[in-house]
C-alpha cells in the first residue's frame, strides 16, 4: 500500500441504470416476497406500487474495481470488515445514476495487525445530481500494516445496549439463496456456489455473502420496526464478525432507543455472532 497517496485515489463518475426487474430480482435474492398475500411484502417485488429496498444501494457501485486496483493493495490477506449506508432520498423503481468513489480514511494498526481502509461511495441521480445514498466499505488488510499512519478511525464503536432485547426476529435462510443472490448481483465469485472452491480455503460448504445477509438483517429491522416500510430507514450499520451460511437460521436482537435501533445477528444453530454492533436509523 502506498500512503499517502492512497488517500488520494478516486473513481468516477460512472453511469448505472436499473429497471423494475432489477430491484425485484434483487429484493427476492435477500429474501422478500416469501408472503405474497402480504401487501408489504407484495410490493417489494411486484412492480405495481414497487418499493425499493434501500440497500439495493450497495449494488450501484463502479463495478470495475477501478478504486481499489490503483490502491496496491495485498488482496489476498483482505477481508470485508464494515458495511454503512446513509440513505438521503429513496430510490425510485428505475433510474440512472452516477456513482463516484474515494478512499476516505486509512487506519494504520501496525505491521502484525494491518490497516483499514474506508472507501465512500456517492450515488447521485445521474440527471438531477440529487444524492441518493453514501455507501462506506471498509475494508481489513491485514498484509498492509506498519507504514506510519495514523491508528484512527473515522466511525467510534456503536455501543449495544446491555438490557435484554426488545425484539427478535428469526428468518431461515433458504439453502439456494446465494444461488439467487450471485445471480442477482451479477456475481462470478465460486466461493458463493461451488462446494469444491468452498472446501479449497477451509469452508464445509459455499457461504453466503455478506451483503446478502445484511440484507436480511436490513428486512428483520424494516419488519420489526418500520412497519415494513423501506422508506424508513436511513443508515443501516454493521460489522462483520463470522460467515453465515445458507440453510442456516438468522436471529436479529434489536434494541430501540428513539429513532436508532441497535442490533446484532446470530446464526441460531451455531450460536455464533454474524453481525456486532448493528446501527440504524430510522424515521418516526
Not at 449506508?85 to 456513482?99: F, Q, R, T, Y
Not at 424508513?232 to 451460511?245: G, L
Request: net charge negative.
Amino acid at each position: 500500500m502506498k500512503y499517502p497517496e492512497i488517500l488520494s485515489l478516486t473513481s468516477g463518475p460512472t453511469e448505472i441504470s436499473w429497471t423494475k426487474q432489477d430491484a425485484i430480482i434483487y429484493a427476492l435474492g435477500i429474501g422478500a416476497g416469501l408472503d405474497v398475500l402480504d401487501e408489504d411484502e407484495l410490493r417489494l417485488v411486484y412492480e405495481k406500487d414497487l418499493r425499493v429496498l434501500p440497500t439495493f444501494a450497495t449494488t450501484l457501485l463502479d463495478p470495475s474495481g477501478d478504486l481499489f486496483g490503483r490502491a496496491e493493495i495485498d488482496f489476498r490477506k483482505v477481508v470485508h470488515s464494515e458495511q454503512r449506508l446513509v440513505v438521503h432520498e429513496p430510490l425510485p423503481p428505475s433510474g440512472k445514476v452516477k456513482s463516484t468513489s474515494r478512499v476516505l480514511a486509512v487506519s494504520d494498526k501496525g505491521a502484525e495487525k494491518g490497516a483499514v481502509v474506508y472507501a465512500e461511495h456517492t450515488i447521485a441521480d445521474a440527471a438531477s445530481g440529487a444524492v441518493f445514498a453514501t455507501v462506506i466499505l471498509t475494508l481489513y488488510c491485514r498484509g498492509d500494516g506498519g507504514f506510519g499512519g495514523p491508528n484512527e478511525d473515522p466511525f467510534p464503536v456503536h455501543a449495544i445496549p446491555t438490557r435484554a432485547p426488545d425484539k427478535e426476529r428469526r428468518q431461515h435462510v433458504p439453502n439456494n439463496q446465494a444461488a439467487l443472490y450471485r445471480y442477482a448481483i451479477k456475481d462470478t465469485n465460486p466461493l458463493h456456489i461451488d462446494p469444491a472452491v468452498a472446501r479449497a480455503v477451509g469452508f464445509e460448504q459455499p457461504l453466503l455473502h455478506g451483503l446478502c445477509t445484511y440484507g436480511f438483517a436490513a428486512r428483520a429491522i424494516m419488519a420489526d420496526w418500520c412497519g415494513n416500510n423501506p422508506e424508513r430507514i436511513k443508515s443501516f450499520d454493521v460489522r462483520f464478525a463470522a460467515p453465515f451460511f445458507p440453510g442456516e437460521t438468522l436471529v436479529t436482537k434489536s434494541w430501540k432507543d428513539g429513532s436508532v435501533i441497535s442490533f446484532e445477528c446470530e446464526a441460531a444453530d451455531r450460536g455464533a455472532t454474524i453481525f456486532r454492533d448493528g446501527r440504524c436509523e430510522i424515521s418516526e
